[in-house]
T-cell receptor, first 115, second 115 residues
Framework: DTEVTQTPKHLVMGMTNKKSLKCEQH?????MYWYKQKAKKPPELMFV???????INESVPSRFSPECPNSSLLNLHLHALQPEDSALYLC??????????????FGDGTRLSIL | AQTVTQSQPEMSVQEAETVTLSCTYD???????LFWYKQPPSRQMILVIR????KQQNATENRFSVNFQKAAKSFSLKISDSQLGDAAMYFC????????????WGAGTKLIIKP
């Protein structure tokens, strides 16, 4: 059973739509992450929130907008996406941000398709 | 810059046999952490095993063990008694990059289990 829950599992949207991806964890983790993953490739880091503050934005286009309403929730707002944005979007959390032996725990991901 | 290299795009093994997946890394740091993650077709990225660089003893988790060669900067994963459920993409990863939050990922190895 995954301890990081992502919804929806699948999302198909047009390039003019606005949608949101949601991620929730109740492990008391204080760092949360969004990744983008293309088929058969490793995940690419997009955003990191540490103690509910945006710590990293890896030069992600503004059509992706993250939000961390509280320590358990992480959203990714999508607007005017391009076909190349079609991918698996993974959410992860870790006990604390930063280098340690604490691993990141991942959700099942949202498979996003842009028409 | 820190790098993680997996030189085997695909490996196959007979069920119940043993297989070793290779990973090499490059870092100038003295204290670091290494991870193996598994991603089955169900998509969830699952931690398989972790190793702290300061520990000389190789990590083991049931049928999974690592061969950590610090001087050679090698971190291979051995899977004993392979099972059909072990079929997945396997990624080697290490904390690195310019921030304390970024995992550096290898390209991945697809493991096929032959019944």
């Amino acid at each position: 059973d995954t301890e990081v829950t992502q919804t929806p599992k699948h999302l198909v949207m047009g390039m003019t739509n606005k949608k949101s991806l949601k991620c929730e964890q109740h492990m008391g983790h204080r760092a949360m992450y969004w990744y983008k993953q293309k088929a058969k490739k490793p995940p690419e880091l997009m955003f990191v929130y540490s103690y509910e503050k945006l710590s990293i934005n890896e030069s992600v286009p503004s059509r992706f907008s993250p939000e961390c309403p509280n320590s358990s929730l992480l959203n990714l707002h999508l607007h005017a996406l391009q076909p190349e944005d079609s991918a698996l979007y993974l959410c992860a959390s870790s006990l604390t941000g930063g280098r340690s032996n604490q691993p990141q725990h991942f959700g099942d991901g949202t498979r996003l398709s842009i028409l | 810059a820190q790098t993680v290299t997996q030189s085997q795009p695909e490996m196959s093994v007979q069920e119940a046999e043993t297989v070793t997946l290779s990973c090499t890394y490059d870092t100038s740091e003295s204290d670091y952490y290494l991870f193996w993650y598994k991603q089955p077709p169900s998509r969830q990225m699952i931690l398989v095993i972790r190793q702290e660089a300061y520990k000389q003893q190789n990590a083991t988790e049931n049928r999974f063990s690592v061969n950590f060669q610090k001087a050679a900067k090698s971190f291979s994963l051995k899977i004993s008694d392979s099972q059909l459920g072990d079929a997945a993409m396997y990624f080697c990863a290490s904390w690195g990059g310019d921030s304390n939050y970024q995992l550096i990922w290898g390209a991945g190895t697809k493991l096929i289990i032959k019944p």
